[in-house]
């Protein structure tokens, strides 16, 4: 009954996909003992009177009476959790909500499984953080990704930098503004220099001394230092998962030949 109580003061419901938590039943808990049909009977008239009164002060009378059968169908109705039948198809027993990978995939061969391997497995300790915080998992990666150092300086920059269409992107940025999560600012850059000039636009080689080009400034506000709590705890728990077959030498030295891959790579791109 405490969930109807939100109704009368909140003036807008999302659904999430996923529950955040659920209840289950214990055999021999202190909710299954002492059960009868008197005792459920008058478990029902006392419920159903709340029910009764509370629909009868946020409805109309017009559309009470639209819904008098709803109301009354309670006092019928028995729960039904536990009882879903995996059979139909979109069923899910609960606590296997989550994302997961294909089987066949987490076990292939090549440079794009491994890239899978290692995108599954740090969703799997992001979406709790998406659901915690009513937000998708591509806002959390958004938000993971701005916080790591970056030199990004516009939107056609982030979308290669977190491989968002420009739709996604959009759609992302607009929730975690709307959250007050982050905030955008469209500056104008005097370009100072020839150089710079030149670097803007390459086939022009006169100097734009006193033009001014955009630049994206994307700034993480307070609302989002819980976000970034549980990331750097996730960020961690996602290292910890991929290292922990391997000995302290080995991480090191894993460390170490990581570094020289990656100087390798920067040297070409």
Same mark, same amino acid.
């Given at each position: 009954m405490?969930?109807? @109580?939100?109704?009368?003061?909140?003036?807008?419901?999302?659904?999430?996909?996923? =529950?955040?938590y659920y209840y289950v039943k214990t055999k021999g808990s202190l909710a299954s003992q002492g059960l009868s049909l008197t005792k459920t009977?008058? #478990? %029902? *008239? #006392?419920?159903?009177?709340?029910?009764?009164?509370f629909y009868k002060s946020i409805l109309t009378e017009e559309d009470y009476e639209k819904n008098r059968l709803q109301v009354y169908k309670?006092?019928?109705?028995a729960?039904?959790?536990? #009882?879903?039948?995996?059979? +139909? =198809?979109?069923?899910k027993k609960l606590g296997d909500e989550r994302t997961s990978a294909c089987s066949i995939d987490v076990e292939g061969d090549g440079i794009l499984m491994d890239e899978y391997r290692d995108r *599954?497995? +740090?969703?799997?300790?992001? @979406? /709790?953080?998406a659901l915690k915080n009513d937000l998708q998992l591509q806002d959390i990666r958004l938000v993971m990704y701005l916080s790591q150092p970056h030199r990004i300086s516009s939107r056609k920059e982030l979308m290669d930098y977190t491989n968002m269409t420009k739709n996604t992107l959009s759609a992302s940025l607009q929730r975690l503004i709307s !959250?007050?999560?982050? %905030?955008?600012? @469209?500056? !104008?850059? /005097?370009?100072?220099?020839?150089?710079q000039a030149a670097q803007q636009d390459s086939a022009k080689k006169t100097s734009r001394r006193g033009k001014t080009v955009r630049k994206l400034e994307i700034t993480l506000l307070p609302a989002a230092d819980s976000i970034l709590k549980s990331l750097s705890v996730a960020e961690n728990d996602y290292e910890q998962a991929r290292y922990a077959d391997l000995t302290d030498e080995e991480i090191v030295q894993y460390a170490y030949l990581n570094s %020289?891959? !990656?100087?390798?790579?920067? !040297?070409?791109l």
């Open positions: 405490f969930n109807l @109580e939100y109704i009368r003061h909140a003036s807008s419901f999302y659904a999430l996909g996923v =529950p955040i009977i008058n #478990m %029902k *008239k #006392m419920v159903f009177a709340y029910y009764h009164n309670f006092l019928l109705d729960a039904s959790d536990g #009882m879903a039948s995996l059979v +139909l =198809p979109g069923t *599954k497995l +740090l969703d799997r300790y992001l @979406e /709790p953080i !959250k007050g999560i982050m %905030k955008i600012e @469209e500056l !104008k850059v /005097p370009i100072q220099t020839e150089i %020289k891959i !990656k100087q390798s790579i920067q !040297k070409i």
